[in-house]
C-alpha cells in the first residue's frame, strides 16, 4: 500500500437493488463487502430482501428496473424478511462508516429496509467518492479507473465487492 494511504480498517461496502429508481421504491437485495485489514480477503454476503405487505401494496415495482438488475418479484418469496436482513446488517457491519456508491437512494433504500425492521442501523452511510477523495492523487485515479474498467452487474453483492476490489487496486504498491 502507497506509504501515505491512510484507511480505516475494516472497510465495508454496501450496494442495493430496488424495486424501482421511483418514488414508492423499496429494497429487494442487498450486498455487502468487507475487507478486515489489507493483507484479510475481502468476504461479501447478500440476500435478497422478501418485501413486505405494505411495500407490495403501495410501493412501485418497475419492469425497466427488473430488466437491469434480473430479479423477478417472484424470486423475492425466498427472501429473508426485513428484520432477519437489518439484524444480520448490523451484525455483520457493526458501527462506523459503511461506504456506498448509490447516495440518495442507497439512505432511502436503507431506511426503508431497517424502518421496516423497527431497528436502527449500527452503521452510517458514507460516500464512496468521499473516500476516495482521501486517497493521494495517484491512488484515487486507479481506483476510479478499476471501477470504469468492470461496469456494475447490478447485483448488490457484487457490486458492494467490486468498489472494495477498485479500492484495493488503487491503493496496490
Excluded at 6 to 18: G, N, Y
Excluded at 38 to 66: K, M, N, Q, Y
Excluded at 142 to 167: F, I, K, N, S, Y
Aim: glycine share 10%; proline share 6%.
Amino acid at each position: 500500500m502507497s506509504g501515505n494511504t491512510k484507511l480505516s480498517w475494516p472497510v465495508r461496502t454496501i450496494d442495493f437493488e430496488a424495486s424501482s429508481l421511483e418514488d414508492g421504491s423499496y429494497p429487494i437485495e442487498v450486498g455487502v463487502a468487507v475487507w478486515p485489514r489489507e493483507d484479510d480477503p475481502i468476504t461479501v454476503w447478500s440476500t435478497l430482501i422478501r418485501p413486505t405487505d405494505d411495500w407490495r401494496r403501495f410501493g412501485h415495482w418497475s419492469l425497466a428496473s427488473r430488466k437491469v438488475h434480473g430479479i423477478a418479484m417472484s424470486e423475492l418469496a425466498g427472501g429473508a424478511q426485513p428484520a432477519e436482513v437489518a439484524k444480520a446488517l448490523n451484525e455483520t457491519l457493526g458501527d462506523g462508516f459503511v461506504w456506498c456508491d448509490g447516495g440518495a437512494y442507497d439512505a432511502h433504500w436503507l431506511r426503508t429496509l431497517f424502518g421496516a425492521a423497527g431497528i436502527r442501523p449500527s452503521f452510517i452511510l458514507g460516500n464512496w467518492a468521499g473516500l476516495l477523495r482521501t486517497l493521494p492523487e495517484r491512488c484515487r485515479q486507479r481506483a476510479m479507473a478499476a471501477v470504469e474498467e468492470a461496469p456494475p452487474r447490478h447485483r448488490a453483492g457484487a457490486d458492494a465487492e467490486q468498489l472494495l476490489r477498485a479500492l484495493a487496486a488503487g491503493i496496490a504498491a
